[in-house]
């Protein structure tokens, strides 16, 4: 359990992680080739450095260096694919690897104790560095997140992944899948995740290594990469860094126009100021396909990718016994239409919910909890801080569109309802939308869409939230093996949903396999715990609490999270037991 107790709040930083080009496998590409993988069904695994050697920058303002060495695991013959799940919350991180017989999908189930939560494969990476005269300066093990940012090694490669391009790291995620594309290659480094390293100016040699029980699992060769490493320190406030800077920006302004996210400066050194030479690429940027690094797991304009069989279509098959499966020149149907551009005008007819696939909305437990004194740290005031989130389990996108009467404050809202082919065909009202002008909201907000309530020990209320407006954005990957998940959500931060001040329509999605996270450090995530006595509570995160949406089931959506208050008058304590397995406040 953990006791917190503080008074003002940080978002973590999520991981960042550094794209790869497409790398020619002649040439400057250093290959480990794999000896033949156990099973013949898998895929062959190879360690790959995109260089023999690189340079390296350790910043007076922030010390260490990052070990960003260009180090790939690519996938040739199968794609590697893992599916990372739990039962519940009372049972163990489990993984199965997908391996062929005879052509046929099967599921691998590989050691107990693998993996130990949905970050990626643990200690992974083997690294050591020496210096010029061999002597061994720091050796270190990487986790390895196979959707870490990749890039294609082969020309004949599929132009695309379907892997999502990020490991969850909500502590109550359910399931996740992890993937190499036949061939492609995923970074080992492990992005913002991993610590800088104290690496004095100088020449090195750093030698990467896959650690023996993966070799052993996946039939990697013990070959490890070799890098020379150059490491030069630099400041922020360098006269001739800051001109090279502005000349190499200014030659490739016309070829980088319109890339956006790709070629920002990180997050993590956001805040320098103007007046510095740009933010120096280091653990966050640059990534791959526009998506920034942000506060929320996988934030970014991502393209959506082909959800799994649709409900519909299996209930005709499993009636007809029809084959499921794509041929050359034919679907089986899967391939859903998007859901994401608001329509120009209120729908028209008479309004129906139709007997189709609909969303299931759920309550996660609440985390990240803490006692604070507010959001304007205000003396004698006690307030119970967490973050929650709601996720859609399928089998179908949660569409919700917001139009607005000229003048009025307030738009209508409306459910939309699609069939198996992705055709509109029904709708229903289902309450309003309102602007939130607060900093860190300044966002059209569906309301109703989930309350929160601190209960007593007998599960009585004693606190509601004043929160039950939220903007709809997939924020976190919570169960990727669920049906019809989409691994590649769109509106995936508030940058691409939830519409401006002025805006006239909006149209909010929650994607199957996705939840939306609210944290703790943002307006109305809390309880006025000021009056409140101490003794054992808890949180409750109720989805749809007026029913108004249509789901599959309305019987899952609360969430309860329970905790013990304890302290003085402004300066009260919580203490968060584990909740199951899961061991995070």
């Not at 004095?200 to 039939?219: E, I, N, S, W």
């Not at 004043?466 to 998940?485: P, R």
Request: include cysteine.
């Amino acid at each position: 359990m953990t006791r917190t107790r503080t008074t003002r709040l940080r978002r973590p930083l999520l991981v960042g992680t550094t794209a790869v080009a497409a790398m020619a496998v002649t040439g400057s590409l250093v290959a480990a080739t794999a000896e033949p993988a156990k099973a013949a069904t898998g895929p062959k695994l190879s360690l790959v450095a995109a260089t023999g050697s690189l340079t390296l920058t350790s910043w007076k303002e922030d010390p260490g260096v990052y070990l960003d060495l260009g180090t790939y695991l690519t996938a040739e013959g199968r794609p590697l694919e893992l599916k990372v799940t739990r039962k519940s919350y009372k049972d163990p991180v489990t993984v199965t690897q997908t391996v062929y017989e005879g052509g046929k999908a099967k599921a691998r189930t590989l050691p107990k104790g693998t993996v130990k939560d949905f970050s990626g494969l643990p200690g992974f990476a083997q690294t050591t560095i020496t210096d010029k005269a061999g002597k061994k300066v720091l050796g270190r093990t990487e986790d390895f997140c196979p959707n870490n940012a990749s890039g294609r090694v082969r020309p004949d490669a599929p132009a695309t992944s379907k892997y999502p391009e990020s490991c969850p790291t909500n502590p109550f995620t359910l399931g996740s899948v992890w993937g190499v594309e036949k061939g492609w290659a995923a970074n080992t480094y492990g992005g913002s995740y991993s610590e800088p390293v104290a690496l004095a100016p100088g020449t090195y040699t750093a030698k990467v290594g896959v650690a023996k029980k993966y070799r052993d699992l996946f039939g990697i060769a013990d070959k490890p990469a070799t890098v020379k490493v150059t490491v030069v320190e630099r400041s922020y406030d360098d006269e001739e860094w800051a001109a090279q800077s502005a000349a190499a920006r200014s030659a490739t302004a016309g070829e980088h126009a319109g890339h956006g996210a790709a070629h920002q400066a990180p997050a993590a050194h956001a805040g320098h100021g103007p007046g510095h030479a740009p933010t120096p690429a280091q653990a966050a940027a640059p990534v791959t396909s526009g998506a920034g690094p942000s506060y929320n797991a996988g934030h970014g304009p991502l393209r959506a990718a082909p959800p799994a069989l649709p409900w519909a279509l299996k209930k005709q098959q499993a009636a007809r016994s029809l084959p499921v499966g794509d041929k050359s020149g034919q679907t089986d149907g899967s391939r859903k239409a998007l859901a994401l551009q608001p329509l120009a005008k209120r729908p028209a007819g008479i309004p129906s919910v139709p007997d189709v696939p609909k969303p299931d909305l759920r309550s996660l437990p609440a985390y990240g909890i803490v006692v604070t004194d507010g959001e304007k740290d205000i003396p004698g005031k006690d307030y119970l801080a967490f973050s929650a989130n709601v996720w859609n389990a399928g089998p179908a996108q949660l569409v919700v569109d917001g139009f607005r009467t000229p003048g009025k404050a307030k738009m209508d809202a409306y459910q939309y309802f699609y069939d198996a082919k992705g055709k509109q065909v029904g709708y229903t009202p289902t309450g309003t939308m309102e602007w939130d002008p607060r900093p860190g909201h300044m966002h059209w907000h569906f309301t109703d869409f989930a309350s929160y309530r601190l209960l007593k020990a007998d599960k009585k209320e004693a606190v509601r939230s004043g929160k039950e407006a939220f903007c709809l954005a997939n924020t976190d990957a919570i169960d990727y093996t669920v049906k019809n998940a989409n691994w590649h959500p769109f509106n995936t931060d508030l940058s691409t949903a939830c519409g401006e001040e002025n805006s006239i329509s909006v149209r909010e999605v929650l994607d199957v396999g996705s939840g939306d996270t609210y944290s703790q450090d943002l307006p109305g995530q809390s309880f006025d715990i000021t009056d409140v006595p101490n003794g054992t509570y808890y949180i409750q995160v109720l989805a749809n609490p007026e029913k108004r949406l249509k789901e599959t089931d309305l019987g899952n959506n609360s969430a309860l999270r329970k905790i013990v208050l304890g302290g003085k008058p402004d300066a009260r304590t919580v203490t968060v037991p584990a909740h199951d397995l899961v061991n995070a406040n």
